[in-house]
């Protein structure tokens, strides 16, 4: 008698595109849609309402579950009923600096609905911690599935070679960023991965000739290879693959570059990234066109990855504004103040109005002329100095002690 045979394997990305739900189906109901949108860059006004709507929802779900905001949304300027009636009052929900998270833990959610436990920072320092209920962590990685499918990078019938800039994983590494090299991994299957900053004891080392190995083994394979992470090590592998002489590669026309974390900490050394993509191609091999850099942050879960024309445009999920450095009144297009995001999301903590640290610039969509229609923001730095540390700035210290 013929034995029924297991059913096989759901591939891994899979479980980023599936159905999602809000804790409370009734109270959430528009923030349960705005997450169902599945075009990462739809416009419209029934979008600009339906973002309203769900910001109302947020607003008070936390207002009601966190003592600490319903403080910051009680002593809000207008506390009329009506609260987050119309797109224009998005930009008057009060704001949290993203610091403030580094000092303080603020959840909305019983202990038992935490589902997962992230952090900002590298190995010392300062760092904010994240919880996540099922909601918010699925939703963080849901948006960026559809983001990055939008651009291509879900490939799931492509074995794939990786190489990821940031850190090898250890048994009490908590970092945002090493949870998104996971997820990343998952869009196109592993054939090999390897790590630029390897775990040795407590700590992690850069290991460049490490790097400079992988790439030429990976060249002779001839899969497709993905680098992935902080755009300084990839940097400083191809200076040390000029320097030990080593001719151009030319890896798999498939391959993709996917950089987040920028250039923090040591700023002097930066180059502008059309400079590094233009090396990405000469010595890999890989054209601009598959080269993007992100923006990210631990307290603000929604991706920024670059269009065709590598800016920066803000997905369907959250609303950008540039904030005077002073006053934190909104600028006009154009003019550079902190970036201040806005994402109605998170219900397992109250990040959905959040302000960071990095000086931008907004600019409409229609001055991208890449085809989408949402704003976009080019980075100017970091605002002033602050003894805050990120992953870049812990993994800069690392390239230090390397070069």
Known sequence: MPQSS????????????????????????????????RDPYATGTDIDKLFASALDETCRWHAERSSFYRSVWNARPSRDAGSV??????????????NFFKAHEVVSVAPEDVSMHLTSSGTSGQKSQMFFDRWSIGSVMRMAAFVLDHYGFVTPDQPTNYLLYSYEPTGRLKLGTAFTDDFLCDLAPVNERAYALRAVGDEHVFDAFGCVSALLRYAEQGLPVRLLGFPSFLWFTLERMRAMGIPPLKLSPDSFVYLGGGWKGHTGRQISKHELYDRVEEQLGIPHERVRDSYGAVEHGVTYA???????????????????????????????????????????????SVVMGDLVSIHPGSECGCGLETPWFELHGRAGTTTNRSCAVAAAELLKEAS
């Open 85 to 98: 009636r119309t797109p224009d009052d998005v930009a008057r929900v009060p704001l949290i600096h993203a």
């Open 6 to 37: 297991a059913p096989a394997a759901r591939p891994a990305h899979q479980r980023y595109f599936g159905s999602l739900s809000v804790p409370d189906p009734e109270r959430l109901a528009h923030v349960q849609r705005l997450g169902d949108l």
């Open 306 to 352: 670059e269009c065709a024309r590598h800016n920066l445009h803000a997905p369907v999920w959250s609303r950008i504004f540039a904030r005077d450095i002073r006053t934190l009144r909104p600028l006009p297009y154009g003019e550079k103040g902190y970036l201040h995001c806005v994402a109605p999301f998170m219900t397992s903590v109250p990040v959905h």
